[in-house]
């Protein structure tokens, strides 16, 4: 099959794939349940695991605050990228008589118990873990993060995975002197709701290898920090790209994090959406007026190959200031006059002042802006468009 082999990998490589590699369900087979390829495609015998590097100066606009859209954009070309390779496989491989499925690129997890939907969930173990095949696959290996590191681009990359019954020569996954992570910790340093422990750690063994990384918080805390419900760091010094704040610390018993995230999910406005990137995540990848809104991610955009530039990269995180909100729907740094208003969704929004007297809009067009920025902005122009906006901000 080495030929298929070849065939296939230069398919997606014109295609705009910067690795391919391919692993199969045998080598896979004594990862955690998530590296199963057959709970997609229960024939499945091979994986092609592929990668997309994001834009390098476009992420180092983002962690440093100069610029938020353009990583947001990329994000959204590189998914659409993701699945026009998937799919261009799949169509091959089944042009050939076998059996194939793109999985899909991000929420798509398997049934919880105890959930009745998404906002229910907690653990969140995806159909099949791009991130095992693409070590298994010789594309990365696990950095302290649990992110896929490179050694070509580090963690800046986007994955993609096809599952098949044809039988491919598999490739090797990258051996344990060349492993891209060298512990310096930056994700840990950089992540504002502290999910990446910087001591603590567990292992995971996926294709032979057993990885060492860190023992992280529980899944609800990234998903509070990622989704954007808290951007602000312990320090309060600097933020993610997110201008809401909870208010509190964060509960350190998994419990109630869970709790707190079902809680915020519910009335989060994004549930309730038409195009819902949490129900149908292709078909918001694609939609013109989708817009791949991105707050975090910090500990993958921190982590470049040159260890010298994760320090140079940590070092622009904690000095880009604190994000907020304004009513046109762009993220700013908060300047001194920024204020932080409650609203109805459990969270308080920080605000630039000036932006509190712009009253009720005629238009109500808010193509490609985040449901939750959207109602609260329309709240904001609702509420605090009088005098008494000095009375009723929080602080
Ligand atoms: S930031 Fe450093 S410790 Fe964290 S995954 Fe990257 S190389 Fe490893
Ligand atoms: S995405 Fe953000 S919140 Fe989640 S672990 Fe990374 S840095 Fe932390």
Known sequence: MDSAKKRLKSLAASL????????????????????DPRYLLPSANSVISFALSLDRD???DFISKKKWRPHCDNRKAIAQSLYTIGEALTERLRSEGYEAVTVDLNNNYRPEEAATDISEMTEFHPDFSHRYGALAAGIGRLGWSGNLLTRQYGAL???????????????????DEEHP???????????????????ASTRVTVAGITETISRKRPNTCCWIGCTGYEGLATSQTWSNWSPYRLGITLPEEKKELDALCSRLQKTDPQMQDAVNSLDNYRQAVFDPDWFYYTVCGFCRSVCVPSREDRLANRKLIINSGTAALKLDGSHVVAGDNAVKVHTPFGLHVVVPREELSKGPEKTRKWAGQFPLDREVIEYLRQHFNSADTQSRVAD
Not at 157 to 175: H, K, R
Not at 181 to 186: A, Q, S
């Open 157 to 175: 990359v986007e994955l993609g995975s096809v599952l098949t019954s044809a039988a491919l020569t598999p490739d090797s996954p990258i051996a």
């Open 181 to 199: 992570c060298d512990r310096c910790k930056m994700c840990s340093l950089v992540c504002p709701v502290e999910m990446i422990q910087p001591k």
């Open 16 to 35: 705009g794939a910067d690795l391919v590699g391919i692993t199969s369900r045998d080598i896979l087979a004594d990862g955690p349940p998530s590296a």
């Open 58 to 60: 476009i992420t180092q």
